[in-house]
């Protein structure tokens, strides 16, 4: 993965570059001091920092990230297109796509990186790790922001599949409108009074049977979580969602039942490189469609 830059603050006023990384950083003074022992810690020319190296303030470091223990998810990430700008993945539940918290090596990002045999890639947006489906990733790092682009300007078309509760007085399709915010270090995000609202969706029922609905979700905007609480507050939470309606107990690591019935079915947009017009589909089934008691069990 790629290294962390680390920046010395400009305020701070340390004897040595250790000093600072040991009351600053979580890792503990035994594993920083090894880390600058066996050369781990770079400046920005890639000479090793020695341990009595005096502070200067604004000097840049570069150092890996010592991986954390990890359940390995028992999934693959299936591969749906590559070119040379281009690597369109189909991830599956429970694998997140980049890099983030306890979650390193067991990323959709890593993965693809190590059997794709490309260093430079990186994702263009992000799905939910609990949320399977089609992820974008660019080849060329100076090729991303063109990708990315059309995310934030909204020029790709997407569609999800959804299992949730049927309910026959829900009148759909709709779409719906509302306000969200996602509060660091709280897990669900809510909705809350105020305009404009930052979050749209168009919700559809496309079939129902033995109390279930399939429903195809089309977001037009990116807020955290937005399907998962729009869906939340018609009233038909999406099957396996342990944040909606009621935030559940975390669930023991290695534990891959019962996974969020959502899924990235398709994104189709014109590449912003090429002109090419693309659509993907996701082959994957959600279980709790194609047989509930093998979901439930």
């Not at 045999?117 to 799905?127: E, F, Q, V, W």
Request: proline fraction near 8%; glycine fraction near 6%.
């Amino acid at each position: 993965m790629d290294p962390v830059r680390l920046r010395l603050p400009a305020d701070d006023t340390w004897a040595t570059v250790r000093d600072h990384l040991v009351a600053r950083l979580a890792a503990g003074a035994g594993v920083i001091d090894r880390m600058l022992d066996t050369g781990l810690i770079v400046d920005a020319a890639g000479c090793p920092v020695s341990r009595d190296m005096a502070y200067a303030p604004g000097m840049f470091l570069w150092f890996h990230r010592e991986l954390p223990d990890e359940e390995q998810v028992p999934f693959s990430v299936d591969v749906l297109y590559r070119d040379e700008h281009l690597v369109v993945a189909d991830k599956p539940h429970f694998l997140a796509t980049t890099p983030r918290g306890s979650h390193v090596a067991e990323t959709t990002l890593a993965r693809l990186r190590r059997e794709l045999g490309i260093p430079t890639l990186s994702a263009a947006h992000r799905l939910d790790r609990l949320t399977a489906g089609l992820v974008l990733l660019t080849v060329r790092p100076e090729e991303r922001g063109a990708y990315q682009s059309l995310f934030r300007d909204r020029q790709v078309a997407k569609e999800y599949e959804a299992v949730a509760p049927y309910d026959p007085a829900l009148a759909l399709p709709c779409t719906v409108r509302s306000r969200i915010v996602k509060e660091r270090g709280v897990m669900a995000a809510r909705e809350v009074e105020g305009e404009p609202p930052n979050a749209v969706s168009r919700v559809e029922l496309l079939e129902h049977r033995n109390g279930l609905g399939q429903y195809r979700l089309m977001p037009m905007t990116g807020q955290t979580h937005q399907l998962r609480v729009h869906m939340s507050s018609l009233g038909v939470p999406i099957l396996g969602d342990p944040l909606y309606p009621v935030v559940t107990g975390p669930v023991a690591a290695g534990d891959f039942r019962r996974p969020l019935q959502l899924l990235a079915r398709m994104l189709e947009f014109t590449d912003p490189i090429t002109g090419r017009e693309h659509r993907f589909v996701s082959p994957r089934v959600l279980r709790a469609w194609s047989s509930y008691d093998e979901w439930a069990a």
